[in-house]
């Protein structure tokens, strides 16, 4: 990209304001809201937030605006992970390698910290070191997990939902997973008070499920999203129609899925292990782990066969749900412990080629990173498609991802609030 400073010419004749405005010329726009790329646009960014979008042609020139002219490039939003762990500690270093590959929101859907509400502030503020985080602040978990199961009834249910909320909370999540018939479930009872409560606070509510059963318990308890989708099983058309008539969302996390097995494929791992794209986020001494003691348990896990049914239900079902008019949104389960190899921003990548092999159009992809995580985690206002007034998170690429999402790897900038992010 070149770029012009044009600031020190106009220095004492123009607003600081004008002085504050970078244009970004000569894109082909899209803009997540799902309609087709425009060539040849200009996109005027101010104060952290996108001023103008209009073609390049007839574009008013702004005195003392920076000017980068991307001819040739691509633009998209930046994406919005609807499912991400930030933790455990530190923050920074993680959302730095969420933004680095592109990732301009993230969810923290774990346990965070009590600074979490003064970091959001100072982030909302314009200190951005890395991705923006929204956060859970607690999952209500069984037994035998700690954090996690410390509350046992519905009253204390009640009182731990008003403290997290207190303390920053964005969502209120529960996990409901036996995993296989090791641990118990949450009971009804207990899910049930969450919820309420939740909703009496006007939280966002959303649920860890596996199984169908537990998805349907959910429902029938007011949950707005599903953050995994339903893998014991292909969904029936009952409850895909439920779905749909409830406006609840399903977020797939097929990266996530793929994860429990890919690292075991074949004598040397997955071929993704020599993409310099994939070794960009992880250190020297983790990758040679991962290709030996990770492949070698993996190799040998006796859950293997079950993982892969898993992954490859996950995908029919992900297919059904968007073909029938169910909201979808768009995430991983990337972060928590390092030895599971959930990589940030690696597996949003992933996610993307994932969603594309279950059937999904690259457009379909983009809108659901951008348009519809923005909806569905109630950030619409500021974030998701790119628009006047909107935040100015945004991708610049060299290859188009309308030909192959894989494109999204393609990645030349990311700008975070305005900003050049490095
Ligand atoms: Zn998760």
């Not at 290709?291 to 029919?316: H, I, S, V, Y």
């Not at 030895?339 to 921003?345: A, E, I, S, T, V």
Request: proline share 5%.
């Amino acid at each position: 990209m070149r770029r012009l400073r044009l600031a020190a010419c106009f220095a004492f004749s123009v607003s600081s304001a004008a002085a504050q405005v970078t244009l970004l010329t000569h894109v082909t726009l899209i803009d997540g809201a799902g309609g087709p790329a425009r060539g040849d646009m200009t996109i005027a960014m101010e104060n952290g937030r996108i001023r103008e979008i209009a073609p390049s042609a007839g574009f008013a020139p702004l005195a003392g605006a920076t000017i980068i002219d991307a001819t040739g490039r691509f633009v998209t939003p930046g994406i919005i992970n609807g499912h991400g762990h930030v933790g455990p500690p530190a923050r920074d270093p993680q959302l730095r390698q969420y933004a680095l590959f592109g990732v301009t929101t993230t969810t923290s859907m774990y346990f965070d910290q009590d600074d979490a509400q003064a970091f959001k502030a100072a982030q909302k503020a314009g200190d951005l070191r890395g991705a923006r985080m929204l956060t859970v602040m607690y999952r209500f978990m069984s037994e035998p997990f700690r954090p996690g199961s410390e509350m046992k009834t519905p009253e204390e249910a009640r009182g731990k939902v008003d403290e997290i909320v207190a303390k920053g909370a964005d969502f209120v999540k529960v996990w409901v997973d036996a995993q296989g018939g090791r641990y118990p479930r949450l009971t009804p009872e207990f899910t049930s008070a969450v919820m309420d409560q939740a909703r009496k606070h006007n939280k966002i509510r959303m649920a860890h499920v596996v199984e169908l059963a537990d998805a349907r318990r959910m429902v029938d308890q007011g949950v707005n999203i599903l953050v995994h989708n339903v893998r014991d099983q292909e969904m029936p058309d009952d409850f895909i129609a439920t779905l749909k008539a409830r406006d609840i969302s399903v977020i797939s996390t097929l990266a996530r899925e793929e994860g429990l097995f890919v690292y075991g494929d074949g004598p040397n791992g997955p071929a993704f292990l020599d993409n310099p794209f994939f070794q960009k986020g992880l250190p020297a001494d983790r990758l040679a782990l991962l290709r030996t003691k990770m492949r070698e348990e993996q190799a040998g896990d006796a859950n293997r066969p079950r993982w892969l049914r898993m992954f490859d239900t996950d995908k029919k079902n992900l297919k059904k749900l968007v073909d029938a008019g169910v909201r979808y949104g768009f995430g991983t389960d990337s972060g928590g412990a390092l030895d599971r190899y959930f990589l940030q921003g690696w597996f949003e990548h992933r996610q993307m080629e994932l969603m594309r092999d279950a059937g999904l159009t690259p457009m379909q992809i983009i809108q659901s990173f951008s348009q519809y995580n923005s909806e569905i985690l109630g950030i619409a206002k500021d974030f998701g498609t790119l628009a006047p007034g909107k935040a100015a998170d945004l991708l610049v690429l060299t290859k188009n991802p309308l030909d192959d999402i894989a494109n999204m790897r393609s990645l030349e900038a990311v700008y975070l609030g305005g900003r050049k992010f490095e």
